[in-house]
């Protein structure tokens, strides 16, 4: 998260990340900013990083990607190593997902 960002007690954040929690130096403290502003946040990423999901609070929402460390699907003869993991491409779904659907209640909330 960029310092120069206003998040106000009650806004709503998406956080879509790969295998971590955005908490800590590594991610500029990101979530404690958020969660100190009040924010409402949401959450995605994977589940085999145990602290990472226990870091999750009870009041958030945690979108779990569902996938395993070495996520590889794809047999390549001569090739040592499966590639295409479906890690690649499971953040970006979700992040379309809900964004599809956010904006479809935003369109009945219109119709009504």
Known sequence: MR???????GDFVFCVGFD????GRTWNNTGERLRDAG???AWSFTDYKEDDVKAVLPEEIWINQHWDFGDAVVEVPGYDIKICPTSGILGEVVMWMVHAEMHGMKESLKAQ
């Open 3 to 9: 310092r120069n960002v206003t998040v106000n007690e």
């Open 20 to 23: 971590s929690i955005f908490l």
């Open 39 to 41: 924010a409402q946040i």
